[in-house]
């Protein structure tokens, strides 16, 4: 079993930054993709990001140059970082670890979930 729980979330104003930061328990965290994922009021779960064991970034196309992801397997914890931060950049995010496997958008693939933090960017 792993626990994952994220941490950083906040109020920023646009064009602002912050660091999300998802913390895991688990002695095999560095066999996991992980993925972050946002989700806005009344909208869907959308995928933002992923990081492969290896170090290999993905992201969705209204966060690449601005967010980056990246992991400490010694801390067992991942980072996002969050640059340039919009309104619509409002939601909040979650982190997923995926046990085998590899990269995946899709939430249904993902078998660990944080309980998420919230991430506000005021215009």
């Known amino acids: 079993q792993v626990q994952l729980v994220e941490s950083g979330g906040g109020l920023v104003q646009a064009g602002g930054a912050l660091r999300l930061s998802c913390a895991a328990s688990?002695?095999?965290?560095?066999?996991?993709?992980m993925g972050w994922f946002r989700q806005a009021p009344g909208q869907e779960r959308e995928f933002v990001g992923l990081?492969?064991?290896?170090?290999?970034?993905y992201y969705v196309n209204s966060v690449k140059g601005r967010f980056t992801i990246s992991r400490d397997n010694a801390k067992n914890t991942v980072y996002l970082q969050m640059n340039s931060l919009k309104p619509e950049d409002t939601a909040v995010y979650y982190c997923?670890?995926?046990?085998?496997?590899?990269?995946?958008?899709?939430?249904?693939?993902?078998?660990?979930w944080g309980p998420g933090t919230q991430v506000t960017v005021s215009s």
């Open positions: 688990g002695r095999t965290f560095s066999d996991y993709v």
């Open positions: 990081i492969t064991w290896s170090g290999s970034t």
């Open positions: 997923a670890g995926r046990n085998g496997g590899g990269s995946s958008s899709r939430q249904t693939d993902y078998d660990y």
